[in-house]
């Protein structure tokens, strides 16, 4: 197999966005300081001005800029979402990446040579579903739900050959669909769907109770680490609760997505193109782990294995990974 | 109020067997509280095979009671199996039989013919709510997320379109859903060889925090909020803003008695408060929540002003 | 010198040589040189910040001062601290070596999340504003607001010295690191592995009484310890 799968970065500032595109991303993608993306964090994210600089940066260097405008637009407040669309076609990108129906509808017949990526925020988690996207927008590339096992994206990728895929391989996983969780607005009154936050930072608390640390969401208790434990950021789904007398990890242990190993598979079933999740992490996540994956889309282009991202080990939430849903007893 | 404003019995989510299903809904049937019954598995196709019967059953002598029966889908059809599923269902749609979307699969496979859209598709802005209805939706009921402006928008552009528009008034919250199930996993066990173990909780399986405070309860691949959906003090503004239909989620309380609150409330035989009151009583030490149609933390209760 | 072959580095030794001068005398000190810093870095990560206020307290575990960062409508503030004096009005605490909060602010090495993650790092309270200061300072670093330029701009210092200043002072500290990291290995590893075969003594030991109390006593619930048992998942 020659063709290449396509490296998709994420980019949470625009020095992250630099050292995406040095490390060798074929595509970034980031979003603009409001809620109209789904990773809507204080301090984190693209002014206008900054969005045309990267955008430009990106094609001086042959990488396609992507804007994620992948939230659900706010009844009565359509036009933040599309003057986010307005924005993102006049700074010329590569593609926007959408997830509201309304917001696909307005861009679509806006902006009708501007391309439509569909969201993992649309959930769209068959081929019945991309075919929809497809017919009433157009979409020229899905991201598909974590959920999805391999032989499920080659469903996919067989029966809906018009409509490019594209798949998470490293960073956060979501084990819930995404798109259609409320989670976190049932703890704190904030949704990833309407405000671009899941778990809010401003609703995270992480206290000492002795050599304990406690971290809690909304007065929620999500986790107790004990004195060396490896800790992590107290997402609802990635908690450690009570059910059946016992405590566990009841939905998710708190790891991260690599499917590093599975590339081969990946590039097998027709995907196009993979996924780093992580906007909201730094620059130095950012230029280890893409370039890794760089190397390993390398090798694997010249018929050699694509290795472990054996960095991503220094990175992960828990200190562990998980192949996740791509391999079926995840489920 | 008035007659005009219907009350619907949304889909059973929990894993009843299939006797104690055909009970519940011969009660349904007995009783002319509510108008409309959605039937169906939302939550996981498993659990298909041992209650179509008793399914198609219940579909049957709904009917015959003047019930308006409505088949609902899966919110998260994966495998081919879920999506044969899926497919057969959305095939029966027309000539009388009423099919409800939960997801683009669905909506794809009713394109251009008339359908209904449920709570688990995204319908956030009036935009989205146009798209559907070009493309068939004659109903729609909303999600649980969304907060009073939203649902007065989105309720009047339906009016403008001629779309029924239903919104959840009772009952646990679906929070999320997912491949993977949490109620097997907590059985040590993982959705294949799950052995049913949803079948033993017939409200849920309850979640804790390590704090011991209740939080949250399972329902196979479905999360669902611990405290119940209660609307009562805003059901005027509800009807006022041209909400057509209030859908009430079975639980295992006794639901004719919940329905009849509701019709009573529409009705004009009891106040907000009231109401309030008898439905908190039925549901015993279950915990009351309203906060999202208040734009709050969907676990809380607000207080409706006496204004409202 | 050469600073490798030193057995102490620099910022350890310094961090000793302190200790007998008192707080306040080395507060006033750094203090002007912390201000001047935090005036040149202000308005570059002015942007970032908006909207968000309150006072990010910054302490190495491994050096007697640290940093009270504000962030506020009048932009950004620092003053040097004593740790131990520490936290009073802080609505974020910030606890790493120095090293790693010096990487940190340069967003070299391993990044925040990592850290956290592995428990090197510890932060207690408003998470919301470290992660906005932590993204402004990463965009701020690429205009040339990295640490050590800051430090060498802000001293009254001909321009041309000034960048060789912070060169120097840049190489000097992460050779210290390493340093610091060669001695912490030579003196803990001894004793993590003295402390790993007493806890094993102490497990056996644990293990050998418990089967004898279960042999001597009649079949009666046993008292369980307090601990609790993290149960691994399927």
């Known amino acids: 197999m020659s063709r290449t799968l396509e ?9 992250a966005l630099t050292a995406a595109v040095e490390a060798g991303a074929d595509a970034v993608y980031f979003g ?52 986010a669309v307005d924005t993102a076609a006049r700074v010329g990108v590569g593609a926007i990446i959408v997830a509201d129906i309304g917001v696909a509808a307005y861009a679509a017949r806006t902006y009708p040579d501007l391309r439509l990526h569909l969201s993992v925020q649309a959930a769209a988690a068959n081929p019945e579903a991309v075919a929809y996207y497809a017919r009433l927008f157009n979409v020229q590339r899905v991201v598909l739900p974590r959920v999805f096992t391999v032989d499920d994206i080659r469903m996919v990728t067989a029966s809906q050959p018009g409509v490019e895929v594209e798949v998470f391989v490293l960073g956060g996983l979501c084990v819930m669909a995404e798109g259609r969780c409320t989670l976190s607005s049932y703890a704190t009154g904030r949704s990833p ?16 109770e002795g050599d304990v640390l406690v971290s809690r969401l909304a007065g929620y208790t999500i986790n107790r680490f004990g004195p060396g434990e490896d800790a992590g950021y107290p997402t609802l789904c990635k908690g450690r609760f009570e059910a059946r007398g016992r405590a566990s990890y009841l939905f998710e242990d708190p790891v991260s997505l690599d499917a590093t190993a599975l590339l081969p598979d990946l590039a097998a079933a027709g995907v196009t193109a993979i996924k780093v999740e992580g906007r909201q992490r730094g620059k130095a996540y950012v230029a280890a782990v893409v370039g890794n994956l760089r190397r390993a889309i390398d090798s694997l282009a010249n018929g050699g294995p694509p290795g472990v991202a054996v960095s991503a080990a220094g990175f992960t939430e828990g200190g562990r990974t998980t192949e996740g849903a791509y391999k079926r007893g995840w489920r | 109020m008035t007659r005009d404003v219907r009350l619907t019995l949304g889909p059973l989510l929990y894993n009843w067997p299939a006797g104690q299903r055909l009970d519940f809904y011969r009660a349904i049937a007995a009783d002319d509280t509510y108008d409309a019954v959605v039937l169906g598995e939302v939550v996981c196709a498993k659990r298909s095979p041992f209650v179509s019967d008793a399914t198609l059953e219940a579909a049957q002598f709904l009917a015959q009671a003047g019930k308006e029966v409505v088949f609902s889908t899966l919110a998260l059809p994966v495998t081919p199996r879920e999506r044969a599923e899926l497919a057969d269902i959305c095939g029966m749609a027309g000539d009388g039989v009423a099919v409800e979307a939960n997801e683009a699969g669905a909506l794809y496979l009713l394109d251009g013919r008339p359908h209904r859209v449920g709570p688990y598709f995204n319908i956030y802005n009036a935009d989205t709510l146009r798209v559907l209805a070009r493309r068939g939706a004659t109903s729609v009921c909303l999600p649980w997320e969304l907060e009073m402006s939203s649902v007065e928008a989105i309720t009047g552009a339906g009016r403008d379109l001629g779309l029924t528009v239903e919104v959840p008034v009772f009952g646990s919250i679906p929070l999320a859903i997912s491949a993977r199930c949490a109620h097997a996993r907590a059985h040590g066990l993982a959705k294949d060889g799950c052995q049913y173990v949803c079948g033993q909780d017939a409200e849920g399986m309850a979640v804790g925090t390590l704090d011991g405070q209740t939080f949250l309860r399972v329902n196979g691949t479905q999360t669902l909020s611990d405290a119940v959906l209660v609307l009562a003090e805003e059901i005027p503004a509800l009807v006022a803003a041209g909400v057509s239909a209030l859908r009430i989620t079975p639980e295992g309380v006794d639901m004719v008695a919940v329905g009849r609150v509701y019709r009573d409330l529409l009705d004009g035989v009891v106040d907000g408060a009231m109401a309030e009151g008898t439905l908190r009583a039925l549901l015993g030490d279950r915990r009351a929540a309203n906060g999202y149609l208040h734009g709050a933390a969907g676990a809380g209760w607000e207080r409706v002003n006496a204004t409202a | 010198m050469d600073a490798t072959a030193a057995p102490f580095s620099p910022l350890l030794l310094l961090g000793l040589a302190l200790r007998p001068v008192p707080g306040v005398a080395a507060l006033r000190v750094a203090r002007p040189l912390v201000d001047a810093v935090a005036r040149r870095l202000s308005p570059l990560v002015r942007d970032r910040l908006e909207g968000l206020s309150g006072t990010v307290a910054v302490l190495p575990t491994d050096f007697p001062y640290g940093l009270m960062v504000h962030v506020g409508a009048d932009g950004l503030r620092m003053e040097p601290v004593d740790v131990l004096a520490g936290a009073c009005g802080a609505t974020a605490i910030l606890r790493a070596p120095a090293f790693m909060l010096l990487d940190l602010a340069e967003g070299q090495g391993r990044d925040g999340d990592a850290s956290f993650f592995a428990r090197d790092l510890t932060l207690e309270g408003d998470t919301a504003l470290v992660m906005a200061l932590r993204y402004a300072l990463e965009d701020a670093a690429d205009t040339g607001a990295a640490p050590f330029t800051l430090v060498a701009d802000s001293l009254p210092l001909p321009t041309a010295l000034r960048a060789r200043l912070a060169s120097h002072l840049k190489t000097t500290a992460h050779l210290a690191a390493d340093d610091v990291r060669k001695v912490q290995a030579a003196v803990l590893d001894p004793v993590r592995a003295w402390r790993a075969r007493v806890d094993a003594r102490l497990a056996a030991m644990e293990d050998r009484l418990a089967r004898a109390e279960r042999q001597s006593r009649p079949r009666s619930s046993v008292a369980l310890t307090g601990k609790e048992t993290h149960v691994p998942d399927a």
């Open chain 1, 193 to 208: 769907n309407r405000d671009g936050v899941c778990s809010p930072a401003e609703d995270v608390r992480y206290e000492q």
């Open chain 1, 32 to 83: 603009f300081r409001d809620r109209t993306n789904a990773r809507n964090f204080p301090g984190l994210n693209f002014s206008a001005a900054e969005a045309a600089q990267a955008a430009a940066l990106c094609r001086d260097r042959g990488v396609r800029p992507m804007i994620a405008i992948n939230t659900f637009a706010a009844a009565g407040q359509e036009h933040i979402w599309r003057q």
């Open chain 1, 7 to 15: 490296l998709v970065c994420p980019a949470g500032t625009p020095s």
